[in-house]
């Protein structure tokens, strides 16, 4: 079985080394590439294909929504906003939404959440997995 591509999009290195970090031992997913702002993210889309997007929103340069823009024209692929910034029903997730961002999940601390495995990984995977048509044979 082939391994659906997710490229992560996130200004902060850590943040990216976290979110990595989980798909290692995942059977289904696999980090296609990582971007540092949506500008990079968007030079990165025809090479990478990827089949999700994990999107921050604050970035320099370019920003999730900004990107949000633009991607819809360049690539089909699922997009999931991974965010301190866009709690349910504010006004950026909203607009993310609108934009056609598939989901939103907020980080659990912050910019730079350590802890988002334990808080927020379950909710992660779970919206994945359900985005990409995944049934998880073991959770049967």
Do not use: W
């Not at 989980?22 to 702002?37: E, I, K, R």
């Not at 993210?41 to 929504?65: T, V």
């Not at 349910?88 to 601390?109: E, V």
């Not at 910019?111 to 048509?133: C, H, M, P, W």
């Amino acid at each position: 079985m082939n391994k659906k591509k997710v490229m992560i999009v996130d200004d902060t290195s850590m943040m990216r080394v976290i979110v990595g970090n989980m798909f290692h031992a995942d059977p289904y997913l696999c980090v296609a590439g990582y971007a540092s702002n949506g500008k990079e993210a968007l030079e990165k889309l025809p090479a990478l294909k990827p089949d999700l997007i994990l999107l921050d929103i604050e970035m320099p340069e370019m920003d999730g929504l900004e990107f949000l823009r633009h991607a819809r024209l360049k690539c089909p692929c699922k997009i999931v906003v991974l965010s301190s910034v866009t709690p349910a029903g504010s006004p950026r997730a909203i607009q993310a939404r609108m934009l056609g961002a598939d989901a939103i999940i907020s980080k659990p601390s912050g910019a730079v959440s350590y802890d988002l495995k334990e808080k927020r990984g379950s909710l992660l995977f779970q919206t994945i997995y359900k985005l990409l048509n995944i049934t998880n044979e073991s959770n049967s």
